[in-house]
């Protein structure tokens, strides 16, 4: 089946099976290997990417559901060099770890921000509650959370 959609602001179009997952043709076939599997079950968050600006759980998905979307992944956040904010903090705030969550932490947190630009700690944890760590306890990233959308709030009033 041919698929049309815009990932990362580029307009794709790609044959591919209705009933591939979208994970797989992120990963294999596109190669945007930002985007992590590991539950293959939508119980990790690894997978997380925005669909019209809204994040969804890639493993979840068929490459049907595609067909006239927005989709961005890790790979498509940052302008250029520049980091976005989200990313920046996680890095300033050792939010990173291991790293194997965070393509999917950062897009859920880009996804929270654009809904609560001044969300709370507890609003953060709840926003983030689909996505696993294993290995930061998750204080570091909240502190990140809570920087980025500090900074992205500044960003506005300039």
Known sequence: ????????????HIDAAPDRRVVDVLREDLGMTGTKE??????CGACTILVDGESRLSCLMLAV??????????????????????????VEHGAVQCGFCTPGMVLASVDLLNRNSAPSRDQIREGLSGNLCRCTGYQMIVDAVEAAAEELRDRQES
């Open 1 to 12: 089946m041919k698929i049309a959609f815009r990932l990362n602001g580029k307009q794709i």
């Open 38 to 43: 590991s539950c293959a079950a939508g119980d």
């Open 65 to 90: 559901q595609l067909e006239d979307r927005d989709i961005t992944t890790i790979e498509g956040i940052a302008e250029g060099e520049q980091l976005h904010p989200v990313q920046n903090a996680f």
